[in-house]
Antibody, heavy 117, light 113 residues
Framework: QVQLVESGGGLVKPGGSLTLSCAASGFTFSDQYMTWIRQAPGKGLEWISFISGSSGDIYHADSVKGRFTISRDNSKNSLYLQMNNLRVEDTAMYFC??????????WGQGTLVTVSS | DVVMTQSPLSLPVTLGQPASISCRSSQSLVHKNGNTYLSWFHQRPGQSPRRLIYKVSNRDSGVPDRFSGSGSGTDFTLKISRVEAEDVGVYHCMQGTHWPALTFGGGTKVEIK
């Protein structure tokens, strides 16, 4: 079955950097779009980044554009999110998510990023 | 971006009674291919969201038939015919029509009275 396991979260100071990883299994990773969705504590869900299977199409939400970069390594069945110039408002649980037919049925358990001085 | 607005914010319900959550979008969710990509999710504290409904009214595998989705255009509803204790948590709607910029409603917290 589809498994998505995030790692790399932690505590970082404002202006700092962090890279999240997502290990995927149970499907042909290279064929699939992937996305990152986050959820600030006690808040709703926010889509932030999307990447196609070949990495030919990449999109970022305006809230993270220029600071976050999504990437993937199909040889390792892994998805990444490089986060630079982090802000307090980036504090959230970050979910690795596999979209299917314009919906998002498959979610990882999430990794928590806390940005605080 | 398409704005998704859910109501109510909080929904106290009695066990065994029905419950209904509304989700409205700022633009039509009818895709040029004729499909409407509106999904519903349930999230318990400390857990990832679980999808219940996709394309307005299609239940995911394993989702009890007391959950139903309906609606069209910009106006959608999730109904629980008889609320059970395990149904507590936060419900989110999401549009995927205006892919890849997925957008979610603010969430509705369902709790037992």
């Amino acid at each position: 079955q589809v498994q998505l396991v995030e790692s790399g979260g932690g505590l970082v100071k404002p202006g700092g950097s962090l890279t999240l990883s997502c290990a995927a299994s149970g499907f042909t990773f290279s064929d699939q779009y992937m996305t990152w969705i986050r959820q600030a504590p006690g808040k709703g869900l926010e889509w932030i980044s999307f990447i196609s299977g070949s990495s030919g199409d990449i999109y970022h939400a305006d809230s993270v554009k220029g600071r976050f970069t999504i990437s993937r390594d199909n040889s390792k069945n892994s998805l990444y999110l490089q986060m630079n110039n982090l802000r307090v408002e980036d504090t959230a649980m970050y979910f690795c998510v596999r979209p299917v037919d314009s919906s998002v049925p498959y979610w990882g358990q999430g990794t928590l990023v806390t940005v605080s001085s | 971006d398409v704005v998704m607005t859910q109501s109510p914010l909080s929904l106290p319900v009695t066990l065994g009674q029905p419950a209904s959550i509304s989700c409205r979008s700022s633009q039509s969710l009818v895709h040029k291919n004729g499909n409407t990509y509106l999904s519903w999710f349930h999230q318990r504290p400390g857990q990832s969201p679980r999808r219940l409904i996709y394309k307005v009214s299609n239940r995911d595998s394993g989702v009890p038939d007391r959950f139903s989705g309906s609606g069209s255009g910009t106006d959608f509803t999730l109904k629980i015919s008889r609320v059970e204790a395990e149904d507590v948590g936060v419900y989110h709607c999401m549009q995927g029509t205006h892919w890849p910029a997925l957008t979610f409603g603010g969430g509705t917290k369902v709790e037992i009275k």
